[in-house]
């Protein structure tokens, strides 16, 4: 079992609605990511927060918007959104952006643009 | 640029095979590399992390090897069984002394395996 939980773990939303995806995790880690990751391809680095702070922002759209309210939890709001943005979002965490320790990633939210 | 292969991209063994997978790194100045596996449509287990100072880490049946200079990891999986089934993705971090990559990965594009009964 994973301990980055994220929900919702389907979702599909027409591209003039706002959704928003969540990512907890209570190991006291104060790095977060999201990742996307389209079919049969790796996962790509969207954005980094480290306690708290968005640290990178990979030249993500606008209509991608992250929030970090707190150290166990990570939003992404989405709004406006289209067909190629369905892919499978990973949440993941570390203990700090700094050091060995490795990269824990939640089950993700799988998000179909129509 | 730091650029991450790994070979084969599909691999079918029977069950009770040792087997080998290949991952390799253009640029060595790394500070760690991570193994995953990845079931479908899930996300990505955390399977070894070897740091840049270590030759090689071992978890059960899996032992991952690093040789930095060379760029090159393997992951060793003995006596297969059909629940290894999965997408196993190297991922290497690199080094960062200042500490505003926080933790940056870049994946390799995975190889899918396969172990039938």
């Known amino acids: 079992d994973t301990e980055v939980t994220q929900t919702p773990k389907h979702l599909v939303m027409g591209m003039t609605n706002k959704k928003s995806l969540k990512c907890e995790q209570h190991?006291?880690?104060?790095?977060m990511y999201w990742y996307k990751q389209k079919a049969k391809k790796p996962p790509e680095l969207m954005f980094v927060?480290?306690?708290?702070?968005?640290?990178i922002n990979e030249s993500v759209p606008s209509r991608f918007s992250p929030e970090c309210p707190n150290s166990s939890l990570l939003n992404l709001h989405l709004h406006a959104l289209q067909p190629e943005d369905s892919a499978l979002y990973l949440c993941?965490?570390?203990?700090?952006?700094?050091?060995?320790?490795?990269?824990?990633f939640g089950n993700g939210t799988r998000l179909t643009v129509t | 640029k730091q650029e991450v292969t790994q070979i084969p991209a599909a691999l079918s063994v029977p069950e009770g095979e040792n087997l080998v997978l290949n991952c390799s790194f253009t640029?060595?100045?790394?500070?760690?590399l991570q193994w995953f596996r990845q079931d479908p449509g899930k996300g990505l287990t955390s399977l070894l992390l070897?740091?840049?100072?270590?030759r090689e880490q071992t978890s059960g049946r899996l032992n991952a090897s690093l040789d930095k200079s060379s760029g090159r990891s393997t992951l060793y999986i003995a006596a297969s069984q059909p629940g290894d089934s999965a997408t196993y993705l190297c991922a290497v971090r690199r080094e960062d002394a200042g500490g505003t990559s926080y933790g940056k990965l870049t994946f390799g594009q995975g190889t899918i395996l396969t172990v039938h009964p």
């Open positions: 070897i740091q840049s100072s270590q």
């Open positions: 190991m006291g880690h104060r790095a």
């Open positions: 927060y480290s306690y708290e702070k968005l640290s």
């Open positions: 993941a965490s570390r203990l700090t952006g700094t050091g060995n320790s490795p990269l824990h």
């Open positions: 640029d060595s100045a790394i500070y760690n």
